[in-house]
């Protein structure tokens, strides 16, 4: 815990949770002048983008919770001097299949030569990676278009159109079920479901989901950087908010961690944050409350009616190698299958069974997932001696597991599905994954699972939900303000990922927010 914040004065802002959001906040805030105080539940910043060594005695600094950045936009970064860095993966991503009885697979990356004979060699012509380049044109123009505008005021969805410039484009992506576009473009079903895995990272949907809860995932997933790259963060994801903690603190915010707010009463024109410490309870006056949490919970410290449930649909597993597994393709490396990201049980068929099964209450049979490798692109977040020796880390995302179904039993029903996942990635290798895995201290073995509900007990995401709630469109509707994170008080903002323009790690929701401060207090 930090030493108290002064409570005798009144803040130019004070800053409600210590995530990456929130001190993208408080770091534009205090560089233009403003004094700015962030209370942290916790004992430390970084909220779910830290790096932690989760196994007992080992040298490995993992990006515990969320792992690659893509939303990040370099402005923000540029702005505020950050000493952060990412590195760019040279493969993008491998899907092993079986076919006619032959282990084989789908490599995208490594030079335009080598995608285009992998399509060839998995679907006998040169059709589907046509339909691909095709495909992502589309997609890679829109994000050109759209990624500028996050860290702009709301555009109206008629000046995004216009913006966007492509009815065809428009169409697919912001008016019809992405699968409509994904069925049209593609033929082979393993290709249809690499692309549809894009929709549905952390969104519990169908590729036809009348809501288009799946269509807004997809654009975030493809848009970022103008490109849609997803890169590596250099010393894991922590390195961004330890960089972001320092140039808060070196413009003058106060970071007050082991301070949980409790209560937030505001006029709109004066507000007073309530926060409990190790030492009692205590309160902070000031003259803007950036709420750098979910919807839900800026609810509860307001005193509001909650938003409706979120639920997260997850599952993420962490894992230390001794090596890299062999694979059962005999074309394949692992150094560069597991270099990107590594897509297992991820058909279009399997997707839509797996999506059907959890809906019905039941684990998917074969559960989707996606792995990928942090140290063969960053060896920097491994000890020396684990380098020296080959070691890797494996980083897990598992889909289409909603909350719901760990309500029976918890810990159980976790390790029954930790078990299906890694037995579908077993039949792809040609040892088992366990004899792969290291042992930490205590001897026991470098895996670690994280559930919806260990994430809502552990980071206060509700349900479990990594983007606090729905994603939302990237243009102005109803009741979203002039930055997409305006609230009923008019000095109250939320900066957390459940803001209009939020979700993964951008910062873009602390810029805005940010912005707006600056802004009213022009007018």
Known sequence: ???????????????????????????????????????????????????????????????????????????????????????????????????????????????????????????????????????????????QRVFPTLTEPLPTRDELRRRVDDETAWRALFEEPVGVAIEEHFADDLVRGVALTDALIGTFADAHDPSLAQNRCFLYHVIGGGTGAWDVPVGGMGAL????????????????????????????????????????????????????????????????????????????VNMLLTRLPRLRDPDADPREAFAGTFHIAEGYEQLAAAHAQAAAGELPAAPPSEIYCHSLTDPTILGPDLAAKGMHTLTLFGLHTPARLFARDHDAVREELLRSTLAQLDAHLAEPLADCLATDADGRPCIEARSPLDLERDLGLPGGNIFHRELSWPHAQEGTGHWGVETARANVLLCGAGAVRGGGVSGVPGHNAAMAVLERDKA
Do not use: C
């Open 1 to 143: 815990m930090t030493p108290p914040p002064s409570t005798s004065r009144t803040y130019d802002a004070v800053i409600v949770g210590g995530g990456h959001n929130g001190l993208v906040a408080a770091a534009y805030l205090a560089r233009a002048g403003r004094s700015v105080l962030v209370l942290e539940r916790l004992d430390h910043t970084g909220g779910a983008a830290v790096s932690t060594e989760p196994f007992a005695g080992v040298d490995a600094r993992l990006s515990r919770y969320s792992y690659l950045v893509s939303l990040l936009p370099r402005k923000i970064v540029r702005d505020l001097g950050l000493d952060f860095r990412v590195r760019a993966r040279t493969i993008s991503s491998y899907t092993p299949v079986e076919r006619a009885g032959r282990p084989t697979g789908l490599l995208v990356g490594g030079g335009e030569r080598r995608t285009r004979e992998s399509f060839a060699r998995l679907t006998g012509s040169q059709r589907e990676y046509a339909a691909w380049q095709r495909f992502y044109a589309m997609t890679g123009h829109v994000a």
């Open 241 to 316: 908010t330890d960089a972001l903690a320092d140039a808060a603190r070196a413009a003058g915010a106060v970071l007050a961690t082991g301070h949980e707010a409790v209560r937030i009463d505001a006029d709109g024109h004066r507000a007073e944050v309530t926060f409990r410490s190790a030492d009692g309870e205590g309160a902070a006056a000031a003259r803007h409350v950036l709420v750098n949490a979910s919807p839900r919970e800026l609810a509860a410290l307001t005193g509001d009616a909650p938003p409706p449930p979120a639920e997260g649909a997850q599952l993420k």
